[in-house]
């Protein structure tokens, strides 16, 4: 399954969970956000929200600076 993270197109062997994406991708922590298609995804329901083939994942963190 491709997704698209981060505007940049990456292959997974199956049907994931956003979870199991992140888990994949090495985001662990509460330190960032994701969006799913423009649509923010609420952290308690990440293990729920099942992604397609072509879905857009972005995914933030905040950047401590000025």
Known sequence: MQ???N???KNFDS???LSEVLQKLGYSGETFA???NGDFVPRATYEQTSLNAGD????VAPV???
């Open 56 to 59: 857009s994942l972005d995914i």
């Open 7 to 9: 505007g940049e197109t």
């Open 3 to 5: 997704l698209l993270v």
């Open 34 to 36: 994701v969006a799913v």
């Open 15 to 17: 049907a994931q969970t």
């Open 64 to 66: 401590v600076g000025g």
